[in-house]
């Protein structure tokens, strides 16, 4: 499993011109078993700043997100988040189709609603859809009539492009509650996962509970009920749990150093960020680094 070197940072990719990750704030690419020369950038660990959903028709190996390895299988659709950490393994032929695109792109009037669609907001955290055969038939022909809306510029482009894409996410988010089943949130559940959405921009900088309170303009202790309440564990549990899945996530796939990664994190105390790491997970960031990649060679 490909690592980052001791003073290379995690690269952040963002939609380019095509021949590397991306174009604009939307991009389709239908690979047919070629090596786009972007493609070997994604060797080593990275994250991307966009969107990035791909049918899987054939071909594929091994690839991680986060700290989750999955072996691309045929007729499957994958889709991953900004910001996850992800790598490939080699680089294999591949055909199928990639879309992606920006958080711009879904700010965008004509696309906002598609934000809310659980396979982009992606409560479960999953990254894997089965296909059943009229999935695929219907995945396959909605993408066809997208690629085609793609090559075709015009004053209708953008419209026809959004409406392709709303029925083929609207779709695929349908297999997501399938898959990743969960139930239509209270008022109290939306208000907590708010509270995970501010954590998520700003875990770096914040890690008391009363921070978070202040953007929610509530106090801290009713938010510390309300979270304890919706979901079992204290609102300080859900700041920790994400500052230690960063944590894992730099330790298994950079050789940043324990200090580095602490700093990174918003500790001022190397020393304390490992009392922290062990007891929440009961080890070291050593022990911890050296038993994953044993685990993941």
């Known amino acids: 499993m490909p690592t980052l070197l001791l003073d290379q940072p995690v690269p952040v990719y963002s939609l380019t011109p095509q021949g590397t990750p991306g174009s604009g704030l939307f991009q389709l690419l239908r690979p047919e078993g070629q090596q786009p020369s972007f493609r070997s950038n994604m060797l080593l660990p990275h994250r991307k700043d966009y969107y990035h959903l791909v049918f899987v028709q054939?071909?594929?190996?091994?690839?991680?997100?986060?700290?989750?390895?999955?072996?691309?299988?045929?007729?499957?659709?994958?889709?991953?988040?900004?910001?996850?950490?992800?790598?490939?393994?080699?680089?294999?032929?591949?055909?199928?189709?990639?879309?992606?695109?920006?958080?711009?792109?879904?700010?965008?009037?004509?696309?906002?609603?598609?934000?809310?669609?659980?396979?982009?907001?992606?409560?479960?955290?999953?990254?894997?859809?089965?296909?059943?055969?009229a999935d695929v038939a219907f995945v396959e022909d909605t993408l066809a009539r997208l690629e085609a809306e793609y090559h075709r510029p015009g004053q209708w482009q953008q419209p026809m492009l959004t409406a392709y894409l709303t029925v083929l996410l609207t779709y695929l988010s349908r297999l997501y509650t399938e898959q990743f089943p969960s139930t239509e949130p209270s008022a109290d559940q939306l208000l907590v996962q708010k509270f995970r959405a501010r954590i998520e921009e700003g875990f770096r900088e914040r890690h008391e509970v009363g921070a978070y309170a202040a953007l929610l303009h509530i106090s801290a202790g009713h938010l510390s009920e309300l979270v304890k309440a919706q979901s079992g564990k204290p609102a300080i549990a859900h700041i920790q749990e994400r500052l230690v899945l960063e944590a894992r996530r730099l330790l298994f796939h950079s050789e940043?150093?324990?200090?580095?990664?602490?700093?990174?994190?918003?500790?001022?105390?190397?020393?304390?960020?490992?009392r922290f790491f062990k007891r929440e997970t009961g080890l070291t960031p050593a022990e911890y680094r050296s038993s994953s990649r044993e685990m993941y060679p």
């Open 58 to 133: 054939r071909g594929g190996s091994r690839h991680w997100v986060d700290m989750t390895p999955y072996v691309l299988k045929e007729n499957t659709f994958y889709f991953s988040g900004p910001g996850q950490l992800q790598v490939k393994e080699k680089l294999a032929p591949l055909w199928g189709v990639s879309l992606a695109f920006t958080r711009e792109f879904l700010a965008l009037q004509q696309n906002a609603a598609l934000a809310q669609l659980p396979l982009l907001q992606n409560p479960r955290n999953g990254h894997e859809l089965l296909l059943t055969p």
């Open 256 to 274: 940043q150093s324990v200090k580095e990664i602490a700093f990174d994190l918003g500790f001022a105390d190397a020393s304390y960020f490992s």
